[in-house]
């Protein structure tokens, strides 16, 4: 088949076999995939439905909830900012948000959240953006950490709130570990949103608007969605008996604008060709927005050793194995340990409802894809793709 652009046309097609395959069997509604390769977007592929009950088609401008592919926006924004001195990476955190870190570190084993050792030292800026602050996600049945900031309302359903009422509250909670110990998944990146406001006295959805989306023209990104963007919304599904369940919670209204929860962690929209162009952004070593230095930390194993498979938040994913992390990114150390295939250096992020998307620096490569399946690992989606991509190059 014709070369497009260093990859095999014939090859790419089996990437829309593949989607066909799992959009038949029931595994999603719908899927959209988008490869860039060498400047150019050489496969850009829909299937199946993006609202099963409404019968629409997944389309070029559907707009999805990415969930955790919004950390390595707020991260790349917050670099903005660190690279104008707005603070250090080894400034304490709390001196953005009084009283974090004052309830102590838990102890451990079967000890209850009360049993805590002071702080060694405070959590840096630095720890957010690596996910070594010693926070967690609230687990109503984890430990007994996870379980008191379930029990804090940290998980950030509370009506009416926003970072700012959640963060107020993590000094009434301990911390799971002696900060920059370990790498653990978290609301970490929640919490360095809400340093962005209080550094730019701006809600995060206007700094991530004017450090990130108007610079890039990623205008159908946002935290809410106008009455328009809502008739483009893919609705979102979860396994169930007779098979997918749509998830009536995310029709909520509250995702209509304006938002007052906005989480730097996981609370965007966007549509795949924003995601591209933010991609791109970073494939091309942040196109200006960024120095090359501040460019080269982020994308940069940053917590000393690896991710551990199947940690909480890589939802059991065995392609973490292998993987260091950077700053708001996952980064490739050792592909061979993925039992997959990829380059050492590349990296990105996926979203709890089974987005992804990567950037190899070596193949040139920018790949995403958009589905609406809770949770993410449910289905192997991310190391199929990972092979149909990389099978493709010429």
Not at 158 to 179: C, W
Not at 271 to 280: I, L
Request: aromatic share 8%; net charge negative.
């Amino acid at each position: 088949m014709a070369d497009r652009a260093g990859m095999d046309a014939g090859r790419l097609k089996r990437v829309s076999r593949w989607m066909e395959g799992h959009v038949a069997a029931g595994h999603v509604a719908g899927m959209a995939v988008q490869i860039a390769h060498q400047g150019r977007v050489v496969y850009d592929k829909r299937r199946g439905l993006a609202d099963i009950e409404a019968g629409r088609a997944v389309a070029e401008d559907t707009i999805w909830r990415i969930y955790s592919m919004t950390k390595p926006i707020t991260c790349f924004a917050a670099l903005r900012l660190y690279e104008q001195g707005a603070f250090r990476m080894d400034q304490p955190a709390a001196e953005f948000l009084p009283g974090l870190g004052d309830g102590g570190v838990w102890v451990g084993g079967a000890a209850a959240a009360e049993e805590v050792e002071p702080l060694r030292r405070p959590v840096t800026v630095h720890d957010l953006f690596t996910h070594q602050a010693g926070l967690v996600y609230p687990v109503a049945s984890g430990n007994a950490v996870e379980r008191a900031f379930a029990r804090k309302g940290l998980g950030f359903g509370r009506a009416g709130e926003s970072m700012a009422d959640v963060t107020a509250r993590l000094k009434d909670v301990p911390l799971l570990f002696q900060p920059g110990a370990h790498w653990h998944y978290s609301i970490a990146h929640d919490v360095l949103g809400r340093v962005i406001e209080v550094i730019t006295g701006e809600t995060l959805g206007a700094a991530l608007a004017r450090l990130v989306f108007e610079p890039l023209g990623m205008g159908d990104t946002g935290f809410g969605l106008t009455p328009e963007q809502e008739g483009r919304l893919a609705a979102c599904y979860e396994p169930g008996p007779g098979g997918l369940a749509r998830m009536a919670e995310m029709d909520d209204p509250k995702f209509r604008l304006p938002v007052k929860m906005e989480r730097g962690g996981g609370g965007l929209f966007s549509t795949m060709d924003d995601y591209q162009r933010f991609a791109t952004m970073l494939l091309q070593r942040g196109k200006g927005l960024l120095g090359r230095k501040t460019f080269e930390a982020m994308v940069t194993n940053q917590i000393g050793g690896r991710l551990a498979a199947r940690e909480w938040a890589p939802c059991g994913d065995p392609t973490y194995e292998g993987r260091g992390y950077g700053l708001g990114v996952g980064v490739m150390l050792e592909p061979g340990r993925t039992q997959g295939l990829g380059s050492v250096g590349d990296f990105g992020w996926n979203g709890w409802a089974s987005t992804m998307f990567w950037v190899d620096p070596v193949e040139e490569m920018v790949v995403i894809a958009m589905t609406q399946l809770v949770p993410h690992g449910v289905q192997p989606l991310l190391p199929e793709l990972r092979a149909l991509a990389y099978q493709a190059l010429v």
